[in-house]
């Protein structure tokens, strides 16, 4: 499960493994199973990661 965050009033979804945030949860869920699978980020995904 990833971890929902509410910062400004809106609502972030952060992969565990790494940290990033996401907007959308589909990709905070993709992050998170690609760190835990490989051990690294996909830039692919990362791209994606918001500052909160
Ligand atoms: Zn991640």
Not at 25 to 47: G, P, R, V
Request: proline share 0%.
């Amino acid at each position: 499960m990833v971890k929902e965050e509410i910062k400004n009033n809106k609502k972030y979804f952060v992969c565990e493994e790494c940290g990033f945030a996401y907007k959308e949860k589909k990709l905070a869920e993709k992050c998170q199973n690609w760190c835990k699978e490989h051990n690294s980020c996909n830039i692919e995904i990362t791209k994606h990661a918001v500052k909160f």
